[in-house]
């Protein structure tokens, strides 16, 4: 029997679907791509009570888009009965805020120190509106995952090590609220979080997204996920 899961969420989700549409699963049957949540989703992409809505109109229609074959006619998340993977830290588009290219846990020539404690809690402050849509899921009793974003292009002004330090504080919150992770950053980058040429889109003007040989990574992290056996509760 094929079972279905939905796969949503910020620009990176559309390689992975990408991925599955091209190379289709007799096991499971996949169904999204991206929401379009707007550029200030970190702070203002849902609602952030019951029903759980996205704000943005253009993001309320893809999400409907998605979950129609469902069997769903509606806009609350809270309804998604199947697996939910969500790509939603974007990372690219906090990494370059001066609070942390000026001060980091990275250790450098041209920057202040900053304690982990310090950058975590700044994080954890930027991203608590993105936290805060997992832990609803959560609590509701959904199957909830969680994608981390591809890693950079390049670790000039050391930006691939502050995306570790972003990878590391994502899997620190995600386990703490009982969130498996999917992460391809060892399959597809350096050590320094550089993502490797090969997973990189044709566009050279693109320096953001991945492309779908990244998608294959993360998918097949999802589907061994899925197919792993079932912890008793």
């Given amino acids: 029997m094929t079972r279905k899961i939905v796969l949503m969420g910020d620009s990176h989700s559309e390689a992975v ?10 096991e499971f049957e996949v169904f999204g791509g991206q929401l379009r949540l707007g550029h200030e989703w970190a702070a203002h992409f849902h609602r952030g009570e019951d029903p759980l809505c996205f704000i943005r109109e253009e993001a309320r229609q893809n999400f409907r888009r998605v979950v129609a074959p469902l069997g769903l006619d509606g806009e609350n998340v809270l309804d998604i ?10 990372i690219h588009q906090a990494i370059y805020y001066p609070e942390w290219c000026f001060y980091s846990p990275v250790a450098t020539e041209d920057r202040q120190f900053m304690s982990r404690q310090m950058f975590d809690g700044l994080l954890a402050e930027y991203f608590s509106h993105t936290l805060q849509f997992f832990e609803k899921l959560v609590r509701a009793g ?15 002004n050391h930006t691939g090590e502050l995306f570790l330090q972003f990878r590391r504080f994502f899997h620190q919150e995600f386990k703490a609220r009982g969130i ?9 980058c350096d050590r320094f979080g550089v993502l490797r040429e090969e997973y990189w889109v044709a566009d050279p003007e693109d320096r953001v997204h991945a492309n779908i040989l990244w998608g294959k990574h993360v998918a097949d992290a999802c589907l061994e996920i899925l197919r792993a056996p079932r912890e008793e509760g």
């Fill in 17 to 26: 679907v990408a991925h599955f549409r091209k190379n289709l699963c007799a």
């Fill in 81 to 90: 009965n199947v697996p939910i993977f969500l790509s939603l830290v974007n």
């Fill in 142 to 156: 959904k199957t909830v995952y969680a994608i981390i974003s591809p890693g950079v292009r390049d670790n000039d």
């Fill in 180 to 188: 498996p992770v999917v992460d391809a950053t060892e399959a597809t």
